[in-house]
């Protein structure tokens, strides 16, 4: 029996001739980051010798750089990651999180405890989800549409709490809370930012979650098939509250780096757009928005795709709107790939 | 008969990769003769229509139409040859009309208007053709029967001039008026000298519809004859290659105390006041035209679909509606719609047996693959579902072997009242005898088992009482010697003359 690894969770992994191509579909994606990785790499030392200057992509800061963005999306991705292998999206993600970021600043600026602000972004994050699930469960209308409204809902909550401008609490937050975004890590020995960290062991924490527990079956179940999942005596409404839940709490971390990003600002606009980021992340890492695929190393994979591209495309003097492109194109190719692949399977 | 044979193909060898899925297939079938092609699943007759219909190209043979050599690159070419294929699942696009569906990619106009007036007299002769123009034109197809949207698929074929069509188990989701409908229409494609390859699992209707059969097994032809040669256990020992002492083999088994009682059950639509009880070391059969709601009782029953009234007792106990409820009161639920519900098809087969029972296997919610797997391999062992591993995908497997997966999880689950609808449908006779000694063993073990089937003949020989529904009513329950075919069937449309 074969354990590729603990984050192989793309298809089930099966013996035999299977082995190879549970492989290839969990390591597909972190091979298209290296292979990302490389390219920029060739085309900064090619610039660098044509423009006699030293080329700087390959180089530690870089790394650290890329990850510490990955990072912020790369969190809410892993729970976005859980919602898509459940069969679902959510839409208010970017949102949820910028709400999140609010509610800590509101609860810095005036002066409450730092447990009490991060206890209190971390529940929004958890709040948003739960308003999430409950409402696809109840009203029986399709997450696509649900999470469409309260992605607005939660805009909205977050101008009314900040009176239409950003919360500052400039000074208050601690040190420790700040770093979590930093680029370069401090203290240094840390070798990458504390956020980096954190993200990893939560990615670890989320794998095992969806590998070896009965509420990680019971995801891939509802995924894959719903009625099945029912049949099987799952409770279907109370596993999808609870999917978006936790997911929400992955929100809510993500919002706290998104306040620690602003050193200390709330702002309620700040997380436009990011639901698409955070959705990209996971389906470049092989998730199907049909359910029942998706894998917590494609999901990292994929979020550190766009951040390399982001950072190759900025040293490489790429303007914004080229990189957009770029990443464009990457989603349409890693999502045809994968297609390809799953047919070829599925044959 | 001297002239050419309509279609002969010769030695046909196809290999996936390291599986020799034909080796060597030979036959022939003359114009106007209805062949019948059988064999276990897995023995090649698909793979064999693929290649006669271009959906595959042979590794080795050659194909001849009325003695020149065909050699179809897609399907498309093979149907301008004059092949059709009706497959079980429909391709029908279910909101234009049947006119429409007809002409559908071969439609009569100019400079892309369409001509309806030159399309009609041809819809309508391919439907009198097939003895049905009753049928109008104008009607979207979403409307009609399953049967008469199946004869809308044929009449599709006829106005394209075919010589040969090939239906792949046809029957498997009619009625049995929509089948005795579907038996006159090949009966005059015959007449007017078509050719009719007919694959099925069902012997009778072989025996009822075919002038020959040609029988495959491991991808090869293992014998042809006219059908009034050989008798039943001579077709089904050639299919499995080995004697099969019976068809339906019994398992003997005792009644014991009542387990279910149901107490005037309707649910939303259907079923419609239900009472009968269910003893232990029972199997009791549910027969029933296609609608009569008997997939509704066993749903109803298993608190998939809502209860309006009545109630649902089971061991004693009045039974909450819901799935969990079911599983946790000791009820297990094969589903007939194996794709849509039976199982989650991308996942592992250990997933899908160990889904609705998971806790042996977790504590604190974490669980033990390991152990859980060696369980899940026991239980393939015991129903012998052929697979690498207990960790391969549910869909690689073929139906039969699925049909034991969605089994061996209520087993598994330690149901002690299994409510299997339609467990049989679509599957080899020799995993058909399988699932019966199950279902005997089952109730040998003191366990019920409620069996819907649309196969009388099943149900006559496997279960101990056989209840007949009509129009989401129970009519009658009867021991299953004081059945027959006729009476059930009697019974069952009794009151059922409403339909076209």
């Known amino acids: 029996m074969n354990e590729t690894t603990e984050f192989s969770q793309t298809m089930p992994a099966h013996g035999g001739r299977g082995a190879a191509s549970v492989l290839r579909s969990a390591l597909g994606p972190s091979l298209g980051l290296l292979l990302v990785l490389a390219l920029f790499s060739i085309a900064d030392a090619v610039r660098a010798r044509i423009k006699h200057k030293e080329a700087t992509f390959a180089s530690v800061a870089t790394g650290q750089k890329i990850l510490r963005d990955a990072s912020q999306v790369g969190v809410a991705a892993l729970g976005m990651t859980m919602i898509i292998i459940a069969g679902g999206i959510d839409l208010s993600a970017g949102a949820a999180m910028a709400l999140a970021a609010t509610v800590t600043a509101w609860f810095f600026r005036d002066d409450y405890s730092t447990a009490t602000a991060v206890i209190a972004g971390l529940l929004t994050g958890c709040a948003t989800g739960f308003v999430n699930g409950s409402l696809i469960s109840l009203l029986r209308v399709v997450p696509f549409i649900i999470t469409l409204g309260t992605m607005t809902i939660f805009l909205g909550l977050g101008m009314i709490l900040s009176g239409d401008t950003p919360i500052r609490a400039f000074g208050k937050p601690p040190d420790w809370l700040l770093n979590l975004q930093t680029p370069y890590p401090v203290p240094e020995w840390l070798a990458v930012s504390s956020g980096v960290w954190l993200v990893a062991v939560l990615a670890l924490l989320v794998a095992g979650l969806l590998k070896y527990t009965v509420f990680g079956r019971h995801v891939f179940a509802l995924g894959s098939n719903e009625s099945t999942a029912r049949l099987c005596g799952i409770n279907v409404p109370l596993l999808r509250i609870a999917v978006y839940t936790v997911a929400g709490l992955f929100v809510g971390v993500a919002g706290l780096f998104q306040f620690a990003i602003l050193s200390g600002e709330g702002d309620p606009k700040a997380g436009l757009g990011k639901e698409l980021e955070i959705i990209a992340a996971v389906v470049i890492g092989g998730g199907s928005l049909n359910g029942g695929r998706g894998s917590v190393l494609g999901t990292i994979s994929g979020a550190c795709i766009m951040a390399t591209i982001l950072h190759g495309c900025v040293t490489l003097d790429i303007r914004t709107s080229y990189q957009k492109v770029i990443v464009g194109i990457i989603i349409v190719v890693a999502v045809t790939i994968d297609q390809i692949r799953q047919r070829r399977l599925s044959r | ?500």
């Not at chain 2, 449908?425 to 005997?440: F, H, N, P, Q, S």
Request: with cysteine.
């Open chain 2, 1 to 500: 008969m001297t002239t050419a044979p309509l279609l002969r193909m010769r030695e046909i060898c196809k290999r996936f990769g390291a599986t020799r899925a034909l080796d060597g297939v030979s036959f022939e079938l003359h114009a106007g003769e209805v062949m019948a092609l059988i064999g276990e699943n897995g023995a090649g007759k698909s793979t064999l229509m693929k290649i006669l219909s271009g959906a595959l190209d042979p590794d080795t043979g050659t194909m001849q139409i009325a003695g020149r050599p065909y050699a179809p690159g897609n399907p498309h070419e093979a149907r301008n040859t004059g092949v059709a294929m009706i497959y079980q699942e429909l391709n029908l696009a279910p909101d234009l009309s049947v006119e429409d569906n007809i002409m559908l990619g071969q439609e009569a106009g100019r400079f892309g208007l369409l001509r309806r007036s030159e399309q009609r007299p041809r819809v309508r002769k391919a439907l009198q053709l097939l003895g049905h123009s009753e049928l109008s034109p104008e009607t979207p197809v979403h409307r009609l029967s399953v049967g008469a949207q199946q004869l809308v698929e044929i009449a599709r074929a006829l106005v394209m001039d075919v010589c040969l069509i090939v239906f792949d188990e046809p029957t498997s989701s009619l009625a049995r008026h929509d089948v005795e409908r579907l038996f006159e229409v090949i009966r005059k494609l015959r007449q007017s000298g078509i050719g009719v390859i007919y694959i099925s699992h069902f012997l009778e209707e072989v025996r009822e519809i075919c002038d020959r059969l040609t029988v495959l097994r491991d991808g090869r032809s293992v014998g042809s004859s006219r059908l009034e040669d050989v008798c039943e256990s001579d077709i089904v020992a050639m299919m499995v290659g080995r004697n099969v002492e019976e068809l339906f083999p019994t398992v003997p088994h005792t009644l014991g105390d009542v387990l279910l009682v149901l107490n005037g059950l309707s649910g939303e639509k259907l079923p419609r006041d239900v009472t009968l009880d269910v003893r232990r070391g029972e199997i009791l059969g549910i027969a029933g035209l296609v609608g009569a709601g008997r997939t509704e009782l066993l749903r109803c029953i298993f608190g998939l679909d809502s209860v309006v009234t009545g109630r649902v007792q089971v061991g004693g106990f009045v039974a909450r509606c819901s799935p969990s409820a079911a599983i946790a009161t000791g009820m297990g639920f094969v589903s007939e719609d194996r794709k849509g519900e039976g199982l989650a098809q991308i996942r592992s087969i250990a997933d899908n047996v160990s889904y609705s029972r998971l806790r042996p296997y977790s504590r604190f919610g974490i669980l033990n693959l390991r152990r859980r797997d060696e369980s899940v391999r026991v239980w393939m062992d015991r129903l012998q579902i052929k697979s690498r591993s207990p960790r391969q995908p549910a869909m690689e497997l073929s139906g039969g072997n699925q049909q034991k997966v969605a089994l061996a999880r209520v087993l598994h689950q330690d149901a002690d009242l299994l409510l299997l609808d339609e467990p049989t449908r679509g599957i080899d006779v020799g995993t058909k005898a399988e699932i019966y000694r199950l279902m005997g063993q089952a109730a040998a073990q003191g366990k019920a088992v409620i069996f819907v089937s649309s196969y009388f003949t099943e149900l006559l020989s496997v279960c101990d009482r056989v209840a007949v529904m009509a129009r989401g009513r129970l009519r009658e329950i009867r021991p299953a010697d004081e059945w027959n075919e006729q009476t059930i069937l009697h019974r069952a449309i009794s009151l059922d003359e409403a339909k076209p």
